[in-house]
């Protein structure tokens, strides 16, 4: 039997697929958003980081009322399908082609 030591290729293989398996477990728990009653709810950041906007934006957004939102208390989330919504209902195709 041999001594297993942390220098040994198979000892190595498992520390790096550990360290894999809990880098995407750190992402995961980082992005995870529950689900309630089939709709995922976004925080502000969330928002921002996905439409590419300030909080300022956004914040200009709810006060011209573009994007709805819920408000519990001082925190303010917003449901994922309206975000999808708004994005869709303001979309401008650049088709170009005319008949």
């Not at 992402?27 to 996905?50: A, F, H, Q, T, W």
């Amino acid at each position: 039997m041999d001594l297993l030591t942390n220098e040994a290729e198979e000892i190595i293989a498992h520390q790096e697929l550990i360290m894999r398996l809990k880098n995407r477990i750190e992402e995961i728990l980082n992005n995870y958003r529950p689900i309630m009653k089939g709709e995922i709810y976004l925080s502000g950041e969330d928002v921002c980081e996905r439409l590419h906007i300030s909080k300022r934006t956004l914040q200009q957004y709810r006060d011209d009322k573009i994007l709805p939102y819920i408000q519990i208390g001082g925190k303010i989330i917003y449901k994922e399908s309206d975000i999808l919504t708004v994005l869709e209902q303001n979309y401008i195709s650049n088709n170009t082609d005319h008949i």
